[in-house]
């Protein structure tokens, strides 16, 4: 099973809501990523959590807050979000930071 | 840091046409692999092939690490292969790092 879940799949929120999204995998995957993707883009990396431990921020604004619970889920936490931030945001894990990633479906994310 | 290159950025091709896709990197990489994004927005692994070749039913891939080249061949298209097509690489346990794409349709 290489199977990285994520909810919502879709998401709308205005610039003064707050809304988390949920990702999820079951492959004993100790690391685990989020990305973001504007259209026409590639993937850009936000962070990395490794064993459960943020290891990697890519200089994010805080308005995005990771947060890795178990070494199963990763949330991003979304707060005064701007229209500028709706993207495509996808989640992944590996085995370690070494290894294959293996990404998720995706939240597709509109600020209004 | 290393920079990736890939070519086409755009493909277009009639159903059951054959296909070569080409990622040039700009130093040694340890870790390679190539993904295809589906119209819904879907990243799904193709191959992990920091060198030598692989084959997986109608696609394959060679990378020539000593060259700092990857190539993915599409072969006998079909409709269901359009989206795009990103190489990415990394060194170790750094951050992976995607080049821009190539975008293919697949007309029937």
């Known amino acids: 099973d290489t199977e990285v879940t994520q909810t919502p799949k879709h998401l709308v929120m205005g610039m003064t809501n707050k809304k988390s999204l949920k990702c999820e995998q079951h492959m004993g995957h100790r690391a685990m990523y989020w990305y973001k993707q504007k259209a026409k883009k590639p993937p850009e990396l936000m962070f990395v959590y490794s064993y459960e431990k943020l290891s990697i921020n890519e200089s994010v604004p805080s308005r995005f807050s990771p947060e890795c619970p178990n070494s199963s889920l990763l949330n991003l936490h979304l707060h005064a979000l701007q229209p500028e931030d709706s993207a495509l945001y996808l989640c992944?894990?590996?085995?370690?930071?070494?290894?294959?990633?293996?990404f998720g479906p995706g939240t597709r994310l509109l600020v209004l | 840091g290393i920079q990736v290159e890939q070519s086409p950025p755009d493909l277009i091709l009639q159903e059951g046409a054959n296909s070569t896709l080409r990622c040039n990197f700009s130093?040694?990489?340890?870790?390679l692999q190539w993904f295809h994004q589906n119209p819904w927005g879907q990243l799904i692994n193709l191959f992990y092939?920091?060198?030598g070749t692989k084959q997986n039913g109608r696609l394959s891939a060679t990378t020539v690490a000593t060259e700092r080249y990857s190539l993915l061949y599409i072969s006998s298209s079909q409709t269901t292969d359009s989206g795009v097509y990103f190489c990415a690489f990394r060194r170790g346990s750094e951050k992976l790092v995607f080049g821009k794409g190539t975008k293919l349709t697949v007309n029937p």
């Open positions: 092939i920091p060198s």
């Open positions: 992944a894990s590996s085995q370690d930071r070494e290894k294959t990633q293996y």
């Open positions: 130093d040694s990489v340890n870790n």
